[in-house]
């Protein structure tokens, strides 16, 4: 590995802030006590979990009641689909989806309809944006769930979320809605309450907490069943011991972000637009997603005659962390749904790397990233059969 | 007035009572609580926790696969004292890792 190194995986998996940090450690020295016992080791940690439920309410405008702490957004997209669905079967059987959820919200979405119902997906444009008329659509009388995901992880496309939440709710007014909120909140201003959806995502990693934490805000009233059964942690929606170190510093990360939302996207915009300059000066390569509207310091492109994992383990090799196609796909072998879904064929498809940045990171990091970028693109392509 | 809504759907007891009595103790006299469940076991501990806490069962209706009930907390701020819920032995641990 070269002694420059740039780190530009920060979807993946991305450093904590030494303030949360901090605020996680007691949790894993004296403060150990259960939130739930009556004596006094179980005090403080009951504090933090409020305090920490207050925090992650805050960044989204929502009430610390509707606030249920689960292991990521993975878990809190099956918790807002599968329990939903359950608990609202009175409404009818079947689930709309955009054609670009992410992969444990399209998995939870044919689990819930498996023995009944349907799925309706609803398509996306070349750019991955969902047209609301098209979303309004697809949701019917038997519609009780309808899913929107705001930034697609993939791509990058953020949709607009308002329009989407007017039309569906236009649609079918009692159908519920989730947003998922899993690659965004923190990165972009959400207000829940304004929103109007019933259950809203949110996963630790966007916010700056632990990559294995995560939330899902749930509207009073939503009627929903929960996953995993036997206790009374999270209101009865989500039973198991809680992860206190981690959700004290979901909340501290939720804290930090809500103070600095506007100047760390101002930053990770200049840094950006450095990045992609540099990568589509490359001839053949493509931004894939919108170029405007777009997750804060997501770039993907798709580098012609290129194999996208090959791509990556050059870029590694010369100090620079990404993804190939995207960060849950990693070692899937497989083009990412959302990408087909834009329409894209082979071997775009499969030549897609994801560099996914913070405030944090340097403009070295960028020009190392991009030289990279130039010289391995360069150096697979000569050895290609694929080039024509 | 509009009813705060408790949401114990899918759940089991002692979950809704609990989760009742943690509502009660944070709502203000004259509030109305509207408890959404599904466990059958409702229909005999929402009626015997009311009459226990001193808080007020106005209805307790069926709807669909559900019940809905709601309470007027005539006790609040820790009211309930002399007839919680009926505790789980290790409530927080009982379901631990």
Same mark, same amino acid.
């Given at each position: 590995?070269?002694?420059?190194?740039?780190?530009?995986?920060?979807?993946?998996?991305?450093?904590?802030?030494?303030?949360?940090?901090?605020?996680?450690?007691?949790?894993?020295?004296?403060?150990?006590?259960?939130?739930?016992?009556?004596?006094?080791?179980?005090?403080?940690?009951?504090?933090?979990?409020?305090? !920490?439920?207050?925090?992650?309410? !805050?960044?989204?405008?929502?009430?610390?009641?509707?606030?249920?702490?689960?292991?990521?957004?993975?878990?809190?997209?099956?918790?807002?689909?599968?329990?939903?669905?359950?608990?609202?079967?009175?409404?009818?059987?079947?689930?709309?989806?955009?054609?670009?959820?992410?992969?444990?919200?399209?998995?939870?979405?044919?689990?819930?309809?498996?023995?009944? %119902?349907?799925?309706?997906?609803?398509?996306?444009?070349?750019?991955?944006?969902?047209?609301?008329?098209?979303?309004?659509?697809?949701?019917?009388? #038997?519609?009780?769930?309808?899913?929107?995901?705001? %930034?697609?992880?993939?791509?990058?496309?953020?949709?607009?979320?308002?329009?989407?939440?007017?039309?569906?709710?236009?649609?079918? #007014?009692?159908?519920?809605?989730?947003?998922?909120? /899993?690659?965004?909140?923190?990165?972009?201003?959400?207000?829940?309450?304004?929103? %109007?959806?019933?259950?809203?995502?949110?996963?630790?990693?966007?916010?700056? /907490?632990?990559?294995?934490?995560?939330?899902?805000?749930?509207?009073?009233?939503?009627?929903?069943?929960?996953?995993?059964?036997?206790?009374?942690?999270?209101?009865?929606?989500?039973?198991?011991?809680?992860?206190?170190?981690?959700?004290? /510093?979901?909340?501290?990360?939720?804290?930090?972000?809500?103070?600095?939302?506007?100047?760390?996207? !101002?930053?990770?915009?200049?840094?950006?637009?450095?990045?992609?300059?540099?990568?589509?000066?490359?001839?053949?390569?493509?931004?894939?997603?919108?170029?405007?509207?777009?997750?804060?310091?997501?770039?993907?492109?798709?580098?012609?005659?290129?194999?996208?994992?090959?791509?990556?383990?050059?870029?590694?090799?010369?100090?620079?962390?990404?993804?190939?196609?995207?960060?849950?796909?990693?070692?899937? /072998?497989?083009?990412?749904?959302?990408?087909?879904?834009? %329409?894209?064929?082979?071997?775009?498809?499969?030549? !897609?790397?994801?560099?996914?940045?913070?405030?944090?990171?340097?403009?070295?990091?960028?020009?190392?990233?991009?030289?990279?970028?130039? #010289?391995?693109?360069?150096?697979?392509?000569?050895?290609?059969?694929?080039?024509? | 007035?509009?009813? @705060?809504?408790? &949401?114990?759907?899918?759940?089991?007891?002692?979950?809704?009572?609990?989760?009742?009595?943690?509502?009660?103790?944070?709502?203000?006299?004259?509030?109305?609580?509207?408890?959404?469940?599904?466990?059958?076991?409702? +229909?005999?501990?929402?009626?015997?926790?009311?009459? @226990?806490?001193?808080?007020?069962?106005?209805?307790?209706?069926? &709807?669909?696969?559900?019940?809905?009930?709601?309470? +007027?907390?005539?006790?609040?701020?820790?009211?309930?004292?002399?007839?919680?819920?009926?505790?789980?032995?290790?409530?927080?641990?009982?379901?631990?890792?």
């Amino acid at each position: 590995m070269s002694a420059r190194t740039a780190y530009l995986d920060h979807a993946a998996a991305s450093p904590l802030d030494a303030r949360v940090r901090a605020a996680m450690l007691p949790f894993l020295g004296d403060d150990f006590g259960s939130p739930s016992s009556l004596h006094d080791w179980g005090r403080r940690p009951a504090e933090a979990l409020e305090r !920490a439920r207050e925090q992650v309410a !805050a960044l989204v405008g929502a009430d610390p009641d509707q606030v249920i702490f689960t292991s990521g957004a993975t878990e809190a997209r099956n918790l807002a689909i599968g329990g939903l669905a359950a608990g609202n079967r009175a409404l009818g059987r079947r689930i709309t989806a955009t054609a670009v959820e992410h992969p444990a919200t399209l998995a939870a979405c044919r689990t819930a309809v498996r023995d009944a %119902g349907g799925l309706d997906l609803v398509p996306v444009d070349g750019l991955g944006r969902v047209d609301p008329e098209a979303l309004a659509a697809a949701v019917g009388e #038997e519609t009780a769930v309808v899913a929107i995901v705001h %930034g697609q992880p993939d791509i990058g496309t953020l949709q607009d979320l308002p329009a989407l939440v007017a039309a569906a709710r236009g649609a079918r #007014e009692e159908a519920r809605i989730v947003v998922d909120a /899993g690659e965004t909140a923190g990165l972009v201003a959400l207000d829940a309450g304004a929103l %109007g959806a019933d259950a809203l995502v949110l996963g630790g990693g966007s916010i700056g /907490g632990p990559a294995w934490t995560g939330a899902l805000v749930v509207r009073p009233g939503a009627r929903l069943h929960p996953l995993i059964h036997g206790g009374l942690q999270e209101g009865g929606k989500r039973a198991g011991a809680e992860d206190l170190p981690g959700i004290a /510093g979901l909340g501290e990360a939720a804290a930090i972000a809500a103070g600095t939302i506007a100047e760390r996207t !101002a930053r990770m915009a200049e840094l950006t637009g450095r990045l992609r300059a540099g990568l589509l000066s490359v001839a053949d390569v493509r931004l894939n997603g919108d170029p405007d509207r777009r997750i804060p310091g997501h770039v993907q492109v798709s580098a012609g005659w290129v194999e996208g994992e090959s791509l990556c383990l050059s870029l590694a090799a010369r100090g620079v962390a990404v993804s190939p196609g995207s960060a849950c796909t990693a070692h899937g /072998g497989k083009a990412a749904p959302a990408l087909e879904a834009i %329409g894209l064929e082979p071997p775009w498809t499969h030549s !897609a790397v994801l560099f996914t940045l913070r405030h944090t990171t340097t403009e070295d990091e960028i020009d190392l990233a991009v030289a990279a970028f130039a #010289e391995s693109v360069a150096a697979l392509r000569a050895m290609s059969p694929l080039r024509p | 007035m509009s009813a @705060r809504v408790v &949401d114990a759907l899918g759940t089991w007891c002692p979950v809704p009572i609990y989760l009742i009595d943690r509502a009660a103790r944070r709502a203000a006299a004259g509030e109305v609580i509207e408890l959404l469940a599904d466990d059958p076991l409702i +229909e005999v501990d929402l009626p015997a926790w009311c009459h @226990r806490s001193g808080n007020a069962l106005l209805e307790l209706r069926r &709807d669909g696969g559900a019940y809905v009930g709601r309470v +007027e907390i005539t006790r609040p701020a820790g009211g309930g004292d002399a007839g919680g819920p009926p505790r789980d032995p290790s409530p927080g641990r009982s379901a631990s890792g």
